[in-house]
């Protein structure tokens, strides 16, 4: 080896000398190995973005083409002031993400603990618990919407089972968002549980012996050891969970359809969004909706990206 | 931009300077899009036919109702190329694409065609497809409303003959869900959108229409207030029990076919779904009848839903022509209309061939409806979309028994605005 190094080293130098371009890539190495990325980040995320904003600016409806005007900040204010469609939207996309949040991280949690210690047949039950993950969230929506048919789903057949009379679900115009948020809860909580299992299994143990010979209950092991040093674990999971669920689109459309049904009752910014632009061709104003939208995103994870800062 | 918009336009003209541009452009290769219908099925098994006879290769794309819009949103708004024949609704994105010139003209290929004869073609759906003198499409599927119903729960009940009138089909529709727990005296579509197309002849029918005839709104005389009623009522009182407001078709013709229901008024291109044994639980009781005169008298719509036209941007026209020439053929369309599905030419009506596939009384109906019906289904206007959920809205609200006269008037300020807002 020792030998062989020198002179694996010494080959370049007797060839000719090192061209121009060659020099000039090893100067600039980091950019070009960057360049593609780069690339591709700027025509697929930041061209879009912009013209978003562009269009969020003009009057464009009925087709992007079509001659369009720069109307300032109208859309904004049209949509701002619209209490009709824009803020029942805004209400519901924050009721569906902190439901659908709090019950996947409270049931993932509990999953997880479950599942902590190893027990005959974990492997089944994991399995068994990743199964709605791997489903499409339109199928998902679709078989969702059929099991909870008010007059020929199974859900309500079950309940006749049990004397428990026929349930709105989906159809009722109080409980469809709620059954949506359920819908999602049951498709997205073995995700929460897997982030926190694995956070758990990294847990050092002696804090838990430790107050194990204190004599501590159960419940106060978890409350005052376990979930403080998981918490860095149960803020990426509420992180990575909460910017999929305020932007949760599919299980809606596929459940409700378009508008959110005949009475929104589910229409969240998202599916109020692509109203605009798929059903009412209202370029302009969709586009100002989803802008408001990207910040409504980027401010939350910043909030929450900052609280985690603090508890690391 | 601009620059962009005029060589776009410039691009336009020069398509439409006649049918003999662009080619030597041409592709061997003509790429259709088709919804998911039973006339699209009928047109692939007799694809390899076409093939082989002009030598031409066709691409299939097969989307859903919502996808197909979509996608014609997304490709036509970029100025894609890559489709050529386009599968559409004339009422409802006919008067938005021509506005946005993404249909090309056909009018000199279509009278030119000799033999494939244009004036066949009924005029109710000539005129859906025709703007501003243009021929931008050709009608494919026409449809009309009737009445569906059971016969055997109609005789339980006594009942002599299917309803004539509005009135009649309420005190059916009552006698037989109270004599039957369990099954609904009437259904229909109940989604805000949905319901408006099969709610327009009950509008017209009571003597209402979305738009008078100067052009204003008028969904809230009494008339439409009547009909909105009627039609929230009938499902409000005699439908299925805990009845949502989400339903389309395939919702409620699941809820007919599974023998949940009485009846049912529907288009009448759906009505192999009732009588096809493998789809259905009651094909053999099935009845059909023309739908229920209010005292403006029998009324309802008759349209073309949907129609073939080429893309404005396709370097691929006359190919694309040829295509649709074939599929609108005489031959074609007897063939499609045998297996169901009603067309827009006269000669193929007035062929016994044409309604022998048909049940009897059904084509008895279609009859009827072709000739008082009413050549629209919805609100004629740019924005669709959004006109249909102001004039669907007072649907929802007398299903869900809300105050009906309340709720027509607030349809009618909003859509009043909508008209104000394209008439400028």
């Known amino acids: 080896m020792a030998v062989q190094t020198p002179a694996h080293h010494a080959a370049p130098a007797r060839s000719a000398p090192t061209p121009g371009w060659a020099r000039w890539a090893n100067r600039h190495m980091k950019w070009l190995f960057a360049g593609p990325a780069m690339a591709f980040v700027a025509v697929l995320i930041i061209f879009p973005v912009g013209w978003t904003v562009y269009l969020s600016l003009t009057d464009a409806e009925g087709s992007v083409r079509a001659d369009k005007s720069f109307i300032g900040l109208g859309n904004y204010l049209d949509v701002l002031t619209d209490t009709d469609r824009f803020w029942p939207a805004v209400g519901r996309t924050v009721a569906f993400t902190g439901v659908a949040l709090l019950f996947e991280v409270v049931l993932g949690m509990a999953v997880a603990l479950l599942l902590w210690k190893p027990f005959r047949g974990e492997k089944w039950v994991r399995a068994a618990i990743l199964l709605p993950l791997v489903a499409t969230p339109v199928a998902v929506g679709m078989m969702w919407r059929l099991i909870l048919d008010p007059n020929i789903g199974f859900a309500n057949q079950a309940l006749g089972w049990f004397g428990i009379g026929p349930q709105p679900w989906l159809s009722g115009q109080k409980t469809a968002l709620m059954t949506t948020a359920m819908i999602d809860v049951w498709q997205w909580t073995p995700m929460v549980v897997l982030i926190l299992l694995a956070g758990l299994t990294s847990l050092p143990e002696e804090p838990h012996e430790a107050a194990l010979v204190d004599g501590t209950t159960g419940w106060q092991r978890f409350r005052y050891v376990t979930l403080p040093m998981l918490m860095p674990t149960v803020i990426v999971a509420i992180l990575l969970r909460g910017i999929d669920a305020i932007k949760t689109f599919d299980i809606l459309y596929a459940t409700k359809g378009k508008g959110g049904g005949s009475f929104h009752e589910v229409e969240t910014l998202n599916v109020y969004a692509y109203g605009l632009s798929f059903d009412y061709n209202e370029y302009g104003i969709a586009s100002a909706v989803l802008v408001i939208f990207f910040l409504i995103i980027v401010g939350s994870m910043w909030v929450l990206t900052a609280r985690r800062k603090e508890d690391s | ?424």
């Open chain 2, 1 to 424: 931009m601009a620059a962009a918009l005029a060589a776009t336009t410039a691009l336009g003209l020069t398509a439409c300077g006649g049918s003999d541009s662009g080619d030597s452009a041409d592709s061997k290769t003509v790429r259709v899009t088709l919804a998911n219908h039973v006339w699209t099925e009928n047109i692939k098994k007799a694809l390899p036919e076409f093939e082989k006879s002009s030598g031409l290769k066709v691409e299939i794309t097969q989307l859903g109702e919502d996808q197909l819009s979509d996608q014609y949103n997304v490709k036509l708004n970029a100025g894609s190329s890559d489709l050529d024949v386009m599968m559409y609704r004339p009422l409802q994105e006919g008067k938005l694409f021509a506005k946005n010139k993404y249909l090309a003209d056909l009018t000199d290929k279509v009278t030119s065609a000799k033999d494939w004869n244009w004036d066949d073609f009924q005029d109710g759906p000539v005129g859906a497809t025709t703007f501003k003198d243009k021929v931008v499409g050709v009608p494919l599927i026409t449809e009309q409303e009737v009445l569906y119903y059971r016969k055997d729960l109609l005789k339980k009940a006594g009942i002599a003959q299917p309803p004539q009138t509005l009135d009649e089909l309420k005190a059916d529709a009552a006698k037989i869900a109270q004599q039957n727990p369990g099954i609904a005296g009437f259904v229909a579509r109940t989604g805000k959108s949905a319901a408006v197309t099969q709610f327009s002849s009950f509008l017209y029918s009571m003597g209402g229409d979305f738009i008078d005839d100067s052009g204003k709104a008028a969904i809230n005389t009494d008339a439409a207030k009547k009909a909105y009623a009627l039609y929230g009522g009938l499902i409000k009182n005699y439908g299925p029990k805990n009845v949502s407001t989400d339903m389309s078709w395939p919702e409620a013709m699941a809820i007919f076919t599974q023998g949940k229901a009485a009846f049912y008024t529907e288009a009448d291109s759906l009505y192999a779904n009732a009588t096809d044994p493998a789809k259905s639980k009651v094909s053999d009781t099935v009845g059909f009848a023309p739908f229920p005169a209010g005292p403006a008298g029998s009324k309802p719509y008759n349209v073309p839903s949907w129609a073939l036209g080429i893309n404005e941007q396709s370097k691929n026209k006359d190919n694309a022509w040829k295509f649709i020439k074939w599929a609108t053929s005489k031959e074609m369309v007897l063939a499609n209309q045998k297996a169901g599905v009603p067309g827009a030419r006269q000669s193929v009506w007035e062929n016994p061939e044409g309604t022998a596939t048909y049940p009897k009384d059904l084509a008895a109906a279609i009859a009827v409806s072709t000739k008082n019906g009413v050549g629209h289904d919805r609100p004629l206007v740019i924005k669709v979309p959004e006109a249909r959920e102001i004039v669907g809205q007072p649907i929802v609200d007398a299903i869900t028994g809300q105050d009906v006269a309340a709720s027509a008037e607030k349809a009618q300020q909003a859509f009043q605005a909508l008209l104000d807002d394209e008439n400028k």
